[in-house]
């Protein structure tokens, strides 16, 4: 089962424009971390943020989390090409296993 | 800089063969994760290990999947027999410190399975 459904389900934007990715999870959580994974690759951590931050920056990654509303958004600023990718939320529970969302495709074109 | 090392990248097989996969994580990381990821979909966490010990594997179909750690380092993950719906990237992560201090997990580049 996925803790996780980000939304949109895919994205295309243009370089130098920003990218915006939301996460809604089902149950109260301890952290929540944003992962990126280029196809056919393993997985790269970019992001953790815990149930008691509001917002955490790393470069040009925006992390917010609202856990009234039980959801996190990411955004990437002034997106490059290499920005290609798919982007996975992924929250836990106390001592429950981290559990993956569906994933965002980001496409940006040149 | 230090890596989770899978083998083997690929691997095509018949319904019905063993298949294994090999993970070594990083230096000193005592948690070891395996999951499946299918195509479009976001990983699922089959076997999470602590040291040489399960932590947590109820999403594990043991019928056919074992996984094994056996000195709490490097770990092996079999299918037998495979069948078609096991083609999917079997993914091994690694995080330091204790299992419920969910934080940061490393992955290595995965293991790409077709059955066919």
């Known amino acids: 089962s996925q803790q996780g459904e980000e939304d949109p389900q895919a994205l295309s934007i243009q370089e130098g424009e920003n990218a915006t990715m939301n996460c809604s999870y089902k149950?109260?959580?301890?952290?929540l971390q944003w992962y990126r994974q280029n196809s056919g690759r393993g997985l790269v951590h970019l992001i953790l943020?815990?149930?008691?931050?509001r917002e955490k920056h790393s470069g040009r990654l925006r992390v917010t989390l609202d856990t009234s509303k039980k959801s996190s958004s990411l955004l990437i600023t002034a997106s490059r090409a290499a920005d290609t990718a798919s982007y996975f939320c992924a929250a836990s529970r106390n001592t429950d296993k981290l559990i993956f969302g569906t994933g965002t495709r980001l496409q940006v074109f040149p | 800089e230090a890596e989770v090392a899978q083998s083997p990248r690929y691997k095509i097989t018949e319904k019905s063969q063993a298949v294994a996969f090999w993970c070594d994580p990083i230096s000193g990381h005592a948690t070891l994760y395996w999951y499946r990821q299918i195509l479009g979909q976001g990983p699922e966490l089959l076997v999470q290990?602590?040291?040489?010990?399960?932590?947590?594997d109820s999403q594990l179909p043991k019928d056919r999947f074992s996984a094994e750690r056996l000195k709490g380092v490097d770990s092996t993950l079999k299918i037998q027999p495979a069948e078609l719906g096991d083609s999917a990237m079997y993914l091994c992560?690694?995080?330091?410190?204790?299992?419920?201090?969910?934080?940061?997990?490393?992955f290595g580049e995965g293991s790409r399975l077709t059955v066919l």
């Open positions: 149950t109260s959580i301890n952290n």
């Open positions: 992560a690694s995080s330091e410190g204790e299992w419920w201090l969910t934080g940061e997990l490393f």
């Open positions: 943020i815990r149930s008691n931050e």
């Open positions: 290990f602590q040291d040489e010990s399960v932590v947590d």
